[in-house]
């Protein structure tokens, strides 16, 4: 009981914050049509007022699911929210790990994490993440790499960390690319890409059109979004790429990678990867590969890849994310930014020490994947029941559904109005295709990790009512009255 209380003391305040922000956003533009942003009386300046935006469109139904949540035995009721990749499956694992004898106290024990560092990362944690990189990415999990062969191959001169992968995507934007610059990003794709590349550093997403998009952009595909940026006056600085892919859960091969980095290459483009669901794969017989290996680690000055703990560690909360470069004058260049964006010191003395249990990291991430693959399982199977079509998944925390037959109209309109039917008879949110610049309108991604097995088993069941009843009615005659026996 206590612990539902103090999680409920944390959301009032998370939405008591939010809610003053969205509160002075519509004052800030309110504002805006009387003066300009740029008025000594305005209270900040035009590109202010851009970070004012909610960086997800449905944020304000993901605070109803903060608001009112469900609960099997006092809130039977309430929203579930399946919009958000984490993964809470996992958090009791870290947490046991964490608090074991000795790790904390080590971390606060040594005077150095009281005190100015390298912003890069200490020492130690750029020796761990180096370690973990070759030990995990680059040999493929390897039993018999020994520390002094993994730091000879991932040198921790090119190894800096961040507090997420967020701030280490924009310092690569913000000190390889200009402002108006563009990046190229195969879509669908990762709704916050966007904010990541523009809020700060300006960079302009550009989306790549796929006829098919599991098997990734073509030369072709990339030539034509390449030739839409220059049209518009977006000079191509960045390919982008999530592997494993979200939102599809699918993976990149090998050759397809190599090919996407040679077509940059051409282009005089840099190459970004962020392999943040790189430890999630759930399927047997997957074929992820990391870039470091498909390019024998010889990433050069325009190759770059980004991971975090938020995803295969379920740990957003402790900000904590790694960047592998070898590109040199850009290090130099993230050691100044990163004094806005640094781990704090007993947080790296953490990390360091995971990083490093080989034994441990090994148990964890089986376990997480046994764990991310029954709830796969139970959110597929009701999904094949529905006789609604998905991607395999192969990765990460996610399934990419097709609602588009329930649809009067192939429409974005129409996909709004299905997201909202969704939230409000259901009382689930997803995160719609639209917002992740799925051109097909219909598709929505399903974040099955984010719940308990119990939850998401009740959320499938009210989606697969709702989907029953849509359809047997026309559109026209839902009311509050169809509504009945959904929930």
């Not at 993440?129 to 191959?153: H, I, S, V």
């Not at 892919?245 to 397809?256: F, K, Q, S």
């Not at 709830?375 to 006789?387: F, G, P, Q, W």
Request: one cysteine or more; aromatic letters at 10%.
């Amino acid at each position: 009981m206590s612990t539902r209380k103090n999680d409920l003391n944390y959301i009032s305040v998370a939405l008591f914050a939010i809610s003053a922000s969205i509160g002075l956003l519509a004052k800030m533009r309110m504002k805006s049509k009387e003066s300009t942003p740029d008025d000594l009386d305005s209270p900040v300046s035009t590109r202010g007022l851009t970070t004012l935006t909610p960086p997800i469109p449905y944020l304000s139904k993901f605070l109803t699911c903060l608001e009112n949540p469900y609960d099997a035995n006092d809130n039977s009721k309430g929203y579930i929210a399946m919009c958000v990749a984490e993964n809470k499956l996992i958090l009791d694992m870290l947490a046991a790990r964490f608090m074991q004898v000795g790790t904390a106290t080590a971390a606060f024990s040594d005077s150095d994490v009281y005190c100015y560092n390298s912003f890069l990362g200490m020492p130690v944690a750029r020796e761990a993440a180096a370690y973990f990189l070759a030990r995990r990415f680059l040999y493929d999990n390897d039993t018999d790499l020994k520390p002094e062969e993994a730091l000879r191959a991932v040198q921790p001169k090119h190894v800096g960390l961040g507090a997420g992968a967020a701030p280490l995507l924009n310092s690569l934007f913000f000190a390889l690319g200009n402002a108006s610059d563009a990046c190229l990003i195969p879509a669908p794709y990762y709704a916050a890409f966007e904010n990541d590349m523009s809020v700060m550093a300006g960079i302009v997403p550009i989306a790549v059109k796929q006829y098919n998009a599991v098997a990734g952009p073509t030369n072709e595909e990339l030539d034509l979004a390449y030739s839409v940026a220059m049209t518009k006056g977006h000079t191509p600085k960045f390919v982008l790429l999530s592997n494993p892919n979200n939102p599809l859960g699918t993976i990149y091969r090998a050759d397809v990678l190599q090919r996407i980095v040679l077509w940059a290459r051409s282009k005089n483009m840099h190459t970004i990867v962020d392999e943040i669901y790189a430890l999630s794969t759930h399927q047997a017989n997957h074929n992820f590969q990391s870039i470091i290996r498909v390019l024998n680690n010889d990433l050069g000055n325009d190759v770059h890849m980004v991971w975090a703990f938020s995803k295969d560690f379920g740990a957003s909360g402790i900000r904590a994310g790694i960047i592998y470069s070898q590109n040199e004058t850009f290090m130099e260049a993230l050691s100044t930014l990163n004094i806005f964006s640094c781990v704090s010191g007993p947080i790296q003395y953490m990390v360091a020490e995971l990083l490093t249990d080989d034994v441990f990291v090994t148990n964890f991430l089986e376990e997480a994947r046994e764990r991310i693959l029954h709830s796969y399982r139970i959110c597929t199977a009701k999904l094949d029941e529905m006789v609604l079509p998905y991607v395999p998944a192969e990765a990460g925390l996610f399934v990419y559904v097709d609602f588009s037959s329930l649809l009067p109209e192939q429409t974005s309109e129409w996909e709004e109005t299905l997201s909202d039917l969704i939230f409000e008879q259901a009382r689930i949110v997803l995160t719609p295709g639209t917002n992740q610049r799925d051109p097909k309108a219909g598709m929505f991604r399903i974040c099955y990790t984010w719940v308990s097995p119990e939850v998401l088993s009740t959320a499938m069941e009210r989606l697969s009512k709702l989907v029953a009843k849509l359809r047997r009615l026309d559109w026209g005659d839902l009311s509050d009255r169809s509504s009945i026996g959904v929930l």
